[in-house]
């Protein structure tokens, strides 16, 4: 039996109950366990359990987070909550445990989003305060996350393990080797959050609360977040390519000049070469499904190049 009380204490909290009426947000994947408790005056927490195995990487991740929410208390993100002895994570009977305050919010509706216009220009002023807050904020000297590098493994992999897969992305393979690969050193990187599309947010009425999932943060080319989001739309419906959705949240951020022209220029060739690491799970996995889906759109994304492009402005 999970002692909450004593849990809960290390953060100076007072337990009341279990709380099963919630929902939760996120992937289930980034943690053991996940609770809701509620405690002082009814406020509500997330009590999260962790493998020991990443430890460090949630520690780093948490850090991360609350230093950006430290550097600019507007961005809306939700870091965990330091213990009493000034740590993320609190050991108790050989378990770890991360907390963070629940926030309320909306279900995003899978079937309408796409067509909601406004959601691109949320999202958009989203990437910019976080473009301009990582800027400001001091983190350690990292590795920057190399697609080249990364992509050639799932190359070398796919010979063994998937040939026939490999084989229907050969054109796209010579195509990133030869205009995309070359140049990917001379982007500008920043701190990015690494899965950012809708799905990752939480939303309540016409706003942000709240991005979640940030187990893919780092140092990466400077509109990752970007072509990242746009690739996952697209992934959702094709057709949502040409949608004002996407133009609107392009515009917003044009607008800014946040972006140098050389990123704004490979921006689809980074649309494409992220969608590698989508299916790079989908092969971890072996959900033959979403490997045949994946490979018929980042095809489908290198026939529309052109049109693409020139929608996109």
């Known amino acids: 039996m999970i002692d909450y009380k004593k849990i ?43 493998n020991e195995k990443i430890k460090f990487k949630k520690e780093n991740i948490a850090q991360k987070i609350f230093e950006l929410k430290k550097t600019n208390s507007d961005l809306k993100i939700n870091p965990y ?19 963070s305050v629940f926030i309320e ?43 080249p590098k990364y992509i050639n493994k799932i190359k070398k992999d796919m010979v063994i393990f998937h040939p026939q897969e490999k084989e229907q992305l050969k054109n796209v393979f010579i195509y990133l ?15 990015c959050h690494g899965d950012f599309h809708p799905i990752n947010i939480l939303w309540g009425g016409n706003e942000i609360k709240s991005v979640i999932d940030w187990e893919f943060c780092g140092f990466k080319p400077e509109m990752y977040d970007v072509a ?7 992934m959702e419906d094709p057709q949502t390519l040409k949608k004002d959705i996407i133009k609107l949240f392009l ?24 969608r590698f690491s989508w299916l790079a799970e989908w092969l971890r996995k072996n959900d033959k499904e ?19 492009e020139k929608f996109w402005g």
């Open 105 to 147: 919010n909306e279900k995003l509706d899978r079937e309408k989003y796409l067509d909601e216009s406004w959601r691109g220009k949320l999202m958009a002023n989203f990437i910019i305060k976080l473009n301009k807050t990582s800027k400001i904020f001091k983190l350690k000297n990292e590795e920057v996350f190399s697609l």
């Open 251 to 274: 515009e917003k951020i044009k607008n800014e000049n946040i972006f140098q022209e050389l990123s704004w220029y490979y921006l689809f060739d980074l649309i494409l070469a992220i």
């Open 177 to 191: 080797e030869k205009n995309f690969f070359p140049i990917y050193d001379n982007l500008k990187t920043n701190f």
């Open 81 to 99: 909550l330091l213990n009493k002895n000034n740590n993320f994570i609190t050991e108790f009977e050989d378990n770890f445990w991360l907390l």
């Open 290 to 308: 979403m490997i045949e889906l994946e490979i018929i759109y980042i095809n489908l994304l290198l026939d529309n190049k052109n049109y693409l």
């Open 228 to 234: 990242n989001m746009i690739g996952c739309l697209g």
């Open 8 to 50: 809960l204490k290390n953060w100076n909290i007072n337990f009341f109950e279990i709380n099963k009426n919630i929902s939760f947000y996120g992937s289930p994947e980034r943690s053991d366990q996940r609770i809701a408790l509620t405690a002082d005056e009814n406020n509500i927490y997330v009590l999260e359990k962790i």
